[in-house]
Structure formats: structure tokens, C-alpha cells
T-cell receptor, first 116, second 110 residues
Framework: EAGVAQSPRYKIIEKRQSVAFWCNPISGHATLYWYQQILGQGPKLLIQFQNNGVVDDSQLPKDRFSAERLKGVDSTLKIQPAKLEDSAVYLC??????????????FGPGTRLLVL | AQSVTQLGSHVSVSEGALVLLRCNYSSSVPPYLFWYVQYPNQGLQLLLKYTTGATLVKGINGFEAEFKKSETSFHLTKPSAHMSDAAEYFCAVSFDKLIFGTGTRLQVFP
């Protein structure tokens, strides 16, 4: 089966510009996650969707980050305006359901963002 | 609050040697435990996970990990390292969401 798809793979922008990342989860996976992975650290959850509803966005910097999953499939993560500290890899993951912490999450290849 | 500690940000072994990557967790009750591997410029791939049942968990590529409740540990091992095992390894704990450790970079020398 096809894995989690993400685009673009790389993005370079200047601070204060806006940027958007796209994710297409594995077919049939109801739960979608966005993670931020700063160099030298483990991934940190930004937001979790169950179908098209937000389950957890407690660590999403809502003053500049936004995410949507309008039809319960694809998702877009946006940063506006970007700051230098937003330079990171943004990973998208999906799972069959998110109600149990034991469910396996499948990760996409990530989008590497560099903010200059 | 849950947390994960990976001892050693870098581990180097010779090809054919034992691989041991350490992971300790902090949680009031036993959580779900995971090991993921990340190759350069790729996403994370699940190696193995512990949910319930047998405490020795076997994963892909010859890796295994043992859940030790008394030591709050979930160390990852492989009897004989291969050059292709060189990657970043992340331990993670979960109840309702994954919390990752900071990772251990494994280098394998010929």
C-alpha cells in the first residue's frame, strides 16, 4: 500500500514569509498527526486530527501556525509569519485510529524547512 | 507527566558487534512503548512496540527490546550490527499521544 505522502520535501523561505505543507495519509487512516522535529531532537506533536476534527492542538503555536483537514483526508499545515526558530523537519503521520496510545503511527518522509 | 530518556546521543559499534541502545521512561503506570528508526532524509519507521503481554518484543531487522517494569526501561538490542543499521533511533512512550526521546545516532564501523 502507498505510504504517507508529503510535499514539498524541501523549502527555503525568509523570516516573516508564509509557507504551507501538504500531507496525504495512508488510505483509510482516520487519524492524522503533524510533528515538528528540530535538529538534534525527537519529533514533537503539533496537532492531531480524527477525521476532520481536531483532537489535540495543545502544542500548536496558534498565533502563527494553522492546520486543516477539511474532508477528513488530506491536510495542510501553514506557518504565517515564519520565524527563524521554525526551521525544522515537519513530519506527517497517520494511523487507523487514535483512540488508543498503542496504535502504530506511519510517518511520511517529512518537509525540511529552512527559515533565513 | 510522561517522559523518555535515551542515554547516549551517539553510539558506535563495529560490524558484527552487539548493539545496545538504552531507553528509560517516566510514567506512573506502564505506558505503550515504541522504538522507531530514522534513516537520513527519511521519515520514522516502526521497529517494534510493546503494548501488553510478553515483555520481550521482537521487531524488524533483527532488533528486539525488553520491557522491564521494575527498571522502567525498554532497551533496544541486536546481537550483530550491520552497516545498514547506521541511523537515528528514537524511543517513544504513549498513552494517548507519542512522546519521543531525543534520539541515539548509531554508527557502525567496518
Amino acid at each position: 500500500e502507498a505510504g504517507v505522502a508529503q510535499s514539498p520535501r524541501y523549502k527555503i523561505i525568509e523570516k516573516r514569509q508564509s509557507v504551507a505543507f501538504w500531507c496525504n495519509p495512508i488510505s483509510g487512516h482516520a487519524t492524522l498527526y503533524w510533528y515538528q522535529q528540530i535538529l538534534g531532537q525527537g519529533p514533537k506533536l503539533l496537532i492531531q486530527f480524527q477525521n476532520n476534527g481536531v483532537v489535540d492542538d495543545s502544542q500548536l503555536p496558534k498565533d502563527r501556525f494553522s492546520a486543516e483537514r477539511l474532508k477528513g483526508v488530506d491536510s495542510t499545515l501553514k506557518i504565517q509569519p515564519a520565524k527563524l526558530e521554525d526551521s525544522a523537519v515537519y513530519l506527517c503521520a497517520s494511523s487507523l485510529t487514535g483512540t488508543s496510545g498503542g496504535k502504530t503511527q506511519y510517518f511520511g518522509p517529512g518537509t525540511r524547512l529552512l527559515v533565513l | 507527566a510522561q517522559s523518555v530518556t535515551q542515554l547516549g546521543s551517539h553510539v558506535s559499534v563495529s560490524e558484527g558487534a552487539l548493539v545496545l541502545l538504552r531507553c528509560n521512561y517516566s510514567s506512573s503506570v506502564p505506558p505503550y512503548l515504541f522504538w522507531y528508526v530514522q534513516y537520513p532524509n527519511q521519515g520514522l519507521q516502526l521497529l517494534l512496540k510493546y503494548t501488553t503481554g510478553a515483555t520481550l518484543v521482537k521487531g524488524i531487522n533483527g532488533f528486539e527490546a525488553e520491557f522491564k517494569k521494575s527498571e522502567t526501561s525498554f532497551h533496544l538490542t541486536k546481537p550483530s550490527a550491520h552497516m545498514s543499521d547506521a541511523a537515528e533511533y528514537f524511543c517513544a512512550v504513549s498513552f494517548d499521544k507519542l512522546i519521543f526521546g531525543t534520539g541515539t545516532r548509531l554508527q557502525v564501523f567496518p
